[in-house]
């Protein structure tokens, strides 16, 4: 588990502009992803509560399956974690990996975020620390000394830190599946060796977040609220316990290019892995003395997410 802070640690003013950074690399391209401080209770949306599977194993019907992914993954406490976001605008293609540790009970958890050689971003990897409701930040440049902290709420972020942050995390992309809809089974695959079921379908974000607890409600709903199409397309892969393995999930943004008044259409795929369920998850807040309240200089981008 993450220990708690022993007071509220100061608020970052701007968010991690990672995407930024690692889009505008290269061939100049310049893609935000709603990168500043943006100004931002469950109920089921539908009317049709995801049912959840008592016994540990997988729903034979394909919506309550993946519905229920999430629960599953309480259920069985914590796991290690691969990400990779990779985004495609104008000809340009990047790809941020990370990896990292997380406690689905708590809900909370750890990456270690690296963007290609390319973004020029020289201070080598991202530490987040994913807690309910907001997201810390170390070692993420921008004018932000290496041995302090950026604290940003995720509900505050355009796009709920879906995308911004260079990674979808477990827990997020996990809560996203609450309002998987019209899912059908693809087939019965081998991932790293175990045997998995092969989901397809799209999640509603407005239904996920009626069934979400509330710190991912705040966020999908600001997402929601934010990109044009809020049906997000995935491959989910549960196996035998109906435990999430492998999650892929497409967005799409616009974003400002270099030209004035030219927008793009940015397709960002974001894959969550998960595997050695059990290992141990253990982190500390950051005090409040170590978040940083000053100055954080951003790459000059401007976005909207839609499609």
Request: charged share 25%; with cysteine; net charge positive.
């Amino acid at each position: 588990m993450i220990d708690k802070p022993t007071s509220e640690p100061g608020r970052g003013k701007s968010a991690p502009p990672l995407l930024a950074a690692a889009m505008a690399a290269g061939a100049g391209v310049v893609a935000a992803v709603v990168l500043g401080g943006l100004a931002g209770c469950s109920g089921d949306a539908s009317g049709n509560e995801p049912v959840a599977v008592a016994s540990g194993r997988i729903a034979e019907d394909p919506d309550e399956a993946v519905r229920a992914a999430p629960d599953v993954l309480r259920r069985w406490g914590s796991s290690r974690t691969r990400t990779s976001m990779e985004m495609a605008t104008g000809g340009t293609l990047v790809t941020i990996v990370g990896k990292g540790t997380f406690d689905y009970t708590s809900r909370q958890g750890q990456l270690s975020v690296t963007l290609p050689e390319t973004a020029g971003m020289e201070q080598g990897p991202i530490t987040e620390l994913v807690v309910p409701g907001a997201v810390y930040m170390r070692n993420r440049g921008a004018g932000v000394p290496t041995d302090k902290w950026v604290r940003v709420r995720t509900a505050r972020l355009a796009d709920g830190n879906l995308v911004t942050g260079g990674a979808t995390d477990p827990v997020t992309a996990a809560d996203l599946l609450r309002g998987a809809r019209d899912v059908r089974l693809v087939g019965t695959e081998r991932l790293d060796g175990v045997r998995v079921r092969h989901f397809r379908g799209a999640a509603d974000m407005l239904v996920a977040a009626g069934r979400a607890p509330d710190d991912s409600a705040k966020a999908l709903r600001a997402a929601a609220r934010s990109f044009t199409v809020s049906r997000v397309p995935f491959d989910v892969y549960l196996d035998e316990n109906g435990r999430l393995r492998r999650v892929r999930q497409v967005f799409r943004f616009r974003s400002a290019s270099g030209a004035p008044g030219v927008r793009n259409d940015v397709r960002v795929v974001s894959v969550t892995e998960l595997f050695d369920f059990g290992s141990r998850a253990s982190f500390s807040v950051p005090r409040s003395a170590d978040i940083w309240n000053g100055k954080i200089v951003s790459p000059a981008a401007s976005g909207t997410p839609g499609s």
